[in-house]
T-cell receptor, first 117, second 114 residues
Framework: GAVVSQHPSWVICKSGTSVKIECRSLDFQATTMFWYRQFPKQSLMLMATSNEGSKATYEQGVEKDKFLINHASLTLSTLTVTSAHPEDSSFYIC?????????????FGNGTRLTVT | AQSVTQLGSHVSVSEGALVLLRCNYSSSVPPYLFWYVQYPNQGLQLLLKYTSAATLVKGINGFEAEFKKSETSFHLTKPSAHMSDAAEYFCAVSVSGGYNKLIFGAGTRLAVHP
């Protein structure tokens, strides 16, 4: 089945540094990927829609200059948390659908746990 | 705007008992509805989906859900709970219909005890 791979699965970084999270569709092409954020024991909040070859669309309240999204190919989207602070610590999950299948549901990665110290 | 409400943040059942997780939706367009399961520190796995076809939808691991337009509900059920069903369950609605970005409910944590 369709697999979405996220890397790294967990990362610890110091406050003020930047962290890049990769989201790859392993066996399908994805023109659109979605980035979610999940705080402990809470639901997933959509951060942005990543569009291959164009700018990402951010949800209201999400700082686009802080959460940089790049979707340079049909199988890779990256989320860079710039100048990370402890309040950015969270679980980040990406999802993608198979652009080649009409009724493809969203497939989710296993998430990346970011801890900012 | 689309939204989902999951009633009950925690549900506890005995092994072998019926599982019922409640979800009500609000949608300005014919909805696509989904149930996902999340195990600790993992992403989401699709259990089942409703896409305007049959109102009773069967999914993986013995789960099923019934779409009731009159009640704007899409409750998830399983006749007999297993210990391995303990997880977080999320109901979701597609924002604009179809397989597009999703809006998730708050989630329901299912505990299964012997």
């Amino acid at each position: 089945g369709a697999v979405v791979s996220q890397h790294p699965s967990w990362v610890i970084c110091k406050s003020g540094t930047s962290v890049k999270i990769e989201c790859r569709s392993l066996d399908f092409q994805a023109t659109t990927m979605f980035w979610y954020r999940q705080f402990p024991k809470q639901s997933l909040m959509l951060m942005a829609t990543s569009n291959e070859g164009s700018k990402a669309t951010y949800e209201q309240g999400v700082e686009k200059d802080k959460f940089l999204i790049n979707h340079a190919s049909l199988t890779l989207s990256t989320l860079t948390v710039t100048s990370a602070h402890p309040e950015d610590s969270s679980f980040y999950i990406c999802s993608a659908r198979d652009a080649g299948k009409y009724n493809s549901p969203l497939h989710f990665g296993n998430g990346t746990r970011l801890t900012v110290t | 705007a689309q939204s989902v409400t999951q009633l009950g943040s925690h549900v506890s059942v005995s092994e072998g008992a019926l599982v019922l997780l409640r979800c009500n939706y609000s949608s300005s367009v014919p909805p696509y509805l989904f149930w996902y399961v999340q195990y600790p520190n993992q992403g989401l796995q699709l259990l089942l989906k409703y896409t305007s076809a049959a109102t009773l939808v069967k999914g993986i691991n013995g789960f099923e859900a019934e779409f009731k337009k009159s009640e704007t509900s899409f409750h998830l059920t399983k006749p007999s709970a297993h210990m391995s069903d303990a997880a977080e369950y999320f109901c979701a609605v597609s924002v604009s219909g179809g397989y597009n970005k999703l809006i998730f409910g708050a989630g329901t944590r299912l505990a299964v005890h012997p």
